[in-house]
């Protein structure tokens, strides 16, 4: 019976053990970096006995300067690599640094990271090239992930308001639709609310979501995924509307507190707010407004005002490859949003 190893461990050591000595002896004084990250559960750390039954030989990604991939150097590591004891395949990609990045997120790295960029960026693919390792980095491969490895202040800001705005407005649907005895269609709602309070909690812990197969997997690991748990699963298995309720307002105090420790705006107090007088209680504070009062930079602004409610952080999921990323792009053009004028401006 084989015993699993880790796949960030494979690959450290065929680094360590393979591809440097190669390196030093073949191409002494060649400048590259080499890690594992991009594709893959084990880049996340999510990779088990199961995760072998593809893919499940060491793998290495070696960045080079262009001219050094233009000269082979690739190639002379590659011939130089002797198979593996056990015959699993190794596979070591060899790439130009700003090439990589701009097939895996259609994003130049040599050039400043702007608005409009970070709101076209999928997370999923975001949290892939900040995760995994770097074994070694002579050409900037740690800076750039440095880079890319959180939002700027402002641009965090406003997609916590818009995270916030997704869950208010439709709360009380889940009391609407179960009133008149849609409770398939609360359930619904109920559950789409689940995945977008998960989905601000990592924002609030500054953490890149996964993609779906790993996303529960990873909210349990945040450092406030097992205090939202109970509740976030008491919305999902209730048998009726009010329970449902019940647990959302519960797991929307929990993340009330969350967002008062991080200390971003002052703290506001609960109330409970009933639409129309109806038999509807929905938690409420004004965490978007008050967010939205921190942000400076005249570009988030612009973005903000054309867009303050709606899920405009969302629609980079719409079109996943990368070279889709510019449409996308079009629609938070500078030329389109344009900061707001202050007060005094002349018009």
């Known amino acids: 019976m084989s015993t699993f190893v880790p796949g960030i461990d494979l690959s450290r050591r065929l680094h360590d053990e393979v591809v440097r000595p190669i390196i030093e002896a073949r191409l002494p004084g060649l400048a590259y970096a080499a890690g594992l990250l991009g594709r893959g559960s084990e880049v996340l750390g999510f990779d088990d006995q199961m995760s072998t039954d593809h893919d499940g030989g060491p793998r290495l990604l070696l960045f080079l300067g262009e001219r050094d991939v233009e000269a082979g150097a690739g190639d002379v590591v590659r011939g130089a690599m002797p198979p593996t004891h056990d015959g699993r395949p190794v596979e070591l990609e060899v790439h130009n640094l700003r090439g990589w990045f701009r097939d895996e997120l259609a994003l130049d790295v040599a050039r400043e990271i702007e608005v409009a960029d970070w709101l076209t960026l999928p997370e999923h693919v975001l949290a892939t090239v900040v995760a995994g390792e770097v074994f070694h980095d002579d050409v900037g491969l740690g800076e750039v992930r440095d880079r890319l490895a959180w939002y700027p202040r402002d641009v965090w800001l406003y997609l916590l308001a818009t995270g916030w705005w997704r869950i208010h407005p439709e709360a009380n649907l889940v009391g609407r639709a179960g009133h008149v005895g849609d409770d398939l269609g609360s359930a619904l709602i109920g559950s789409r609310l689940v995945t977008e309070m998960m989905r601000l909690c990592f924002l609030m812990e500054r953490r890149y979501p996964p993609y ?6 990873a909210f349990a690991r945040l450092d406030n995924g097992p205090d ?120």
């Open 212 to 217: 779906p197969k790993w996303f529960g997997t």
């Open 228 to 347: 939202l748990m109970p509740a976030l699963t008491a919305v999902v298995r209730a048998e009726n509307w009010q329970a449902r309720q019940a647990a959302l307002g519960e797991a929307y105090r929990r993340l009330a507190s969350v967002h008062d420790r991080l200390g971003l705006t002052e703290a506001v107090p609960l109330e409970t707010v009933r639409m129309w007088d109806r038999p509807f209680e929905v938690p409420w504070a004004d965490f978007p407004g008050l967010l939205h009062a921190e942000i400076r930079d005249p570009q988030v602004l612009a973005v903000a005002e054309q867009f303050p409610l709606g899920p405009v952080d969302r629609f980079r999921e719409l079109l996943s490859p990368p070279r889709n990323r510019r449409r996308l792009r079009r629609v938070l053009d500078a030329d389109e949003i344009r900061p707001p004028r202050s007060p005094g401006a002349a018009g």
